[in-house]
């Protein structure tokens, strides 16, 4: 290598170093440019956000090629997981100012992870939806909205952080 390049450029490229490096970068970008692109939209936390969040969603699902059917489930699971979020931070007391939702979708081959997060300061959704079982009686208004977030979504996680709700959601679709 040193012949062609000289010594210090050779040397370079000579090193398996060097190579595993420049390999592993140019994977990387190749990965990047070949995966779905997440989405992001920022909202208040408030019902008014809905038919953004709706558009939102059902905009990713045509992106996605999903049918009418998972469509549906995924914008249900949008629409539920923020009825949870609201119905939490409205348990706090009443706020002069709404605090900001941001949602990011990240795509996947047969499913899209919706994550949430806002500032609210109640209960773990998780735990919540631990207690739900199929043969609970009549639910009541309380839990609706946990039960069909418990029925559109395939997994939900909720953790906290210093009064930050991140609730991940991740809906099935079809291929």
């Known amino acids: ?10 040397g370079l490229i000579g090193n398996g170093v060097t190579i595993d490096a420049g390999v592993a970068i140019v994977m990387t970008l190749l990965l990047e440019a ?7 939209l920022e909202v208040t936390l408030d019902m008014a956000s809905l038919p953004a969040i709706d558009d939102f969603l059902a905009a990713l699902a045509i992106r996605r090629g999903w049918d009418d ?8 699971a949008g629409e539920e997981t923020l009825a949870t979020l609201l119905g939490q ?3 706090g007391g009443e706020q002069p100012e709404r605090p ?6 990240r795509p996947q081959t047969a499913m899209v992870e919706l994550e949430f997060v806002a500032t609210t300061r109640q209960e773990n959704i998780e735990d ?5 079982t199929d043969e609970a009686p009549i639910p009541t208004a309380d839990d609706l909205s946990l039960r069909l977030l418990w029925y559109h979504a395939s997994a939900v996680r909720h953790q906290k952080f210093h009064g930050a709700d991140i609730v991940t959601v991740q809906v099935d679709g079809n291929a």
Request: hydrophobic share 40%; charged share 30%; glycine share 6%.
């Open 1 to 10: 290598m040193s012949d062609l390049f000289g010594d210090e450029i050779g």
């Open 34 to 40: 070949m995966s779905s692109r997440r989405s992001r």
């Open 69 to 76: 059917a998972s469509t549906l489930r995924l914008r249900s």
């Open 89 to 91: 931070e409205d348990e």
């Open 100 to 105: 900001r939702l941001v949602i990011v979708a």
């Open 128 to 132: 919540q939806l631990a207690y739900l």
